[in-house]
């Protein structure tokens, strides 16, 4: 058995947050956001996947960018897919538990 119990501690909200800069200058936030310190990877269409557990550190990331001048048009958190988790799950290694 890979899991037992309910279904909404899987689908939990995911760690990071998606942004979207309005004026294109995505490889700008991500120089930016690395050196304040976020973890942070781009998609091609321009948005920003950023590391930010709580809602304390997306407003403090958030506040950085605006501070500098960003456009933000957009922050989202976004939830994990039934697949999401089926891979999660299917990809952990089973824990071997003595007896």
Do not use: H
Request: hydrophobic share 40%.
């Amino acid at each position: 058995m890979l899991y037992e119990g309910g279904i909404a501690p899987l689908l939990e909200i995911t760690e990071s947050v998606t942004v979207t800069v309005a004026d294109g200058r995505s490889a700008e936030a991500v120089r930016l956001l690395s050196e304040e310190g976020f973890p942070v990877e781009s998609y091609e269409d321009g948005r920003l996947r950023v590391r930010a557990p709580s809602e304390t550190e997306a407003a403090a990331m958030n506040q950085k960018l605006v501070a500098a001048g960003f456009p933000v048009s957009e922050i989202s958190r976004p939830r994990c897919t039934l697949e999401d988790v089926f891979l999660k799950l299917i990809s952990e290694k089973p824990e071997i538990k003595n007896r």
